[in-house]
């Protein structure tokens, strides 16, 4: 029943981060600090994430990331209650780095350690910046996951559905190659849509017809490479407003597939949690604001309370981490050196 101070490690990814998370019984959880260094100029050629890269990276600077952490937070190690790291799913690489990282920190520092999901750090997130109780509805949608969760505790999730293949980020970050945009593709194609007609394309909305929560994207990303081909033959090279009519008639179907399937997913959640309408997004492309404003329109529908965190809190950080991990070490979670680095891990 006291306060506790945690360090969060995460590097996943493509984000090498850390953050100090305090938390009081009773109070608001603080971000004391979060620190996160993207590499996006590092994969910029490749036109996507190159695992090895990655990882080089995520060990040249994990350390770094700490002390930058630890001193906007204006602490070192010793106030510090435990650590928290993420031990996956994600690149593999990466991972690692940030496991052993947080293992080093363990055995010289004597403090505890809790390996925490990825997905868990992300469906938490709404509870570390909001009033919000268990349960509730989430839908974590990112560049690798794409699903929904009911969310009923630190350690109690059980999922209503997601994407049969491409996650969301992953067919924006496509689309972005596909019409020579800059990576991470969602931010590129979100303001290139911007002045663009999503009417002028007709692009599918893939399994709406099934009564289902599940979704597919690759699918989308077939067509409108078919439907950029169709404009760049007519017109001998892709026009500037057939790429912002390309890149707002993808966001359209993305967004209009989640919105409606979020209508069937609140359906079942509240059929069964009738007295806790709340919905919450979370993950990379909840910073995208079409989709965000649709889904808050669903919730409108619904009459269900809706909650998107600080967008530097949807992508991927370390504060999440420090304060799954907080809550999980609360309840009794420990891990010790047998804490192993996970690339596949299902909520
Ligand atoms: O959660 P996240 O940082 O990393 C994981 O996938 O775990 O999400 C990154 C993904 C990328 O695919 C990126 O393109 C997408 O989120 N994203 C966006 C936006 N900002 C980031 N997608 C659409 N619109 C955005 N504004
Ligand atoms: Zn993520």
Redesign the pocket.
């Known amino acids: 029943n006291t306060t506790l101070t945690f360090l969060g490690l995460e590097s996943?990814?493509?984000?090498t981060a850390a953050a100090v998370v305090r938390h009081t019984p009773g109070s608001c959880p603080e971000i004391l600090s979060s620190v996160v260094m993207g590499q996006s100029e590092l994969h910029a050629d490749f036109g996507g994430v190159v695992p090895e890269i990655a990882a080089r990276a995520h060990a040249e600077r994990l350390d770094l990331c700490v002390e930058q952490a630890l001193k906007k937070a204006a602490l070192t190690l010793r106030e510090i209650d435990g650590i928290a790291v993420t031990a996956g799913p994600?690149l593999i690489g990466g991972v690692l780095s940030a496991v052993m990282c947080a293992k080093g920190l363990s055995i010289g520092t004597g403090l505890p350690m809790v390996g925490i999901n990825?997905l868990a750090g992300?469906a938490l997130t709404p509870t570390l910046t909001d009033d919000l109780e268990f349960p509730y509805l989430m839908l974590l949608v990112?560049?690798?996951?794409c699903q929904f969760l009911i969310v009923r505790g630190v350690d109690d999730f059980s999922r209503l559905g997601g994407t049969i293949d491409d996650?969301?980020?992953?067919a924006?970050?496509k689309t972005?190659k596909l019409l020579g945009l800059g990576?991470?593709?969602?931010?590129a194609?979100?303001a290139c849509a911007m002045s663009g007609d999503a009417a002028q394309i007709p692009l599918p909305r893939p399994l709406l017809d099934r009564p289902d929560c599940d979704m597919s994207f690759s699918g989308l990303k077939t067509a409108l490479l078919r439907a950029r081909d169709l404009l760049v033959a007519k017109h001998g090279g892709l026009r500037e407003v057939d790429r912002a009519n390309l890149c707002a008639a993808f966001?359209q179907a993305v967004t209009d597939v989640l919105a409606e399937k979020s209508r069937r997913a609140l359906k079942l959640y509240l059929s069964e949690n009738p007295t806790h309408p709340a919905f919450a997004v979370?993950?990379?492309?909840a910073?995208?604001?079409r989709?965000r404003a649709l889904l808050e329109t669903v919730s409108a529908e619904f009459d269900v309370r809706f909650t998107a965190p600080p967008l530097a809190l949807?992508?991927?950080n370390a504060a999440m981490i420090a304060w799954a991990g907080l809550q999980r070490y609360r309840s009794g979670a420990r891990d010790d050196m047998t804490l192993s680095a996970r690339p596949r891990w299902p909520l």
């Not at 996943?12 to 984000?15: A, F, I, Q």
């Not at 996650?167 to 992953?170: H, N, S, T």
């Not at 990576?183 to 931010?187: A, V």
């Open positions: 996943s990814c493509d984000d994600g990825h992300h990112s560049g690798g996951h996650a969301p980020g992953e924006f970050d972005a990576q991470p593709g969602g931010p194609v979100e966001q979370a993950g990379g492309v910073a995208n604001k989709v949807c992508t991927d």
